[in-house]
């Protein structure tokens, strides 16, 4: 991200949507935490992770290959019916409008 201030600032992409995967994003905000020992500390369990958290681990492992599979400019030209958060309430309330007819 850029950031400029002043009347015309604002926020933009240092690259294109293209190459920006949603992993990109979640790391640099909240880095999807992997479980690599027993999050309760358990000795018994020493670095082998019992099957609960072996299998929350692997839920863990999903959803990072499908971020890192996914750019964002993969969301942005999705239109199947659901209205970004980016288009402001303004479009929603026109979208809901819509919706109700």
């Known amino acids: ?3 400029q201030r002043g009347k015309h600032g604002g926020y933009s992409l240092n690259r ?3 190459k920006i995967t949603v992993f990109d994003v979640v790391e640099a905000i909240d880095p999807i935490q992997r479980i690599h020992s027993c999050p ?7 670095v082998r992770l019992c099957p609960l958290h072996r299998r929350l ?4 492992a ?5 971020f890192r599979d996914t ?3 993969e969301l942005l030209a999705d239109r199947s019916g659901s209205i970004p958060l980016c288009e402001g ?3 929603a309330e026109k979208g809901h409008a819509l919706l109700t007819r």
């Open 1 to 3: 991200m850029r950031s």
């Open 16 to 18: 294109p949507p293209e």
């Open 40 to 46: 309760l500390s358990l000795k018994s369990h020493g």
């Open 57 to 60: 681990d692997q839920a863990f």
């Open 62 to 66: 999903m959803i990072e290959k499908t």
């Open 71 to 73: 750019a964002i400019a």
């Open 89 to 91: 309430k303004a479009a």
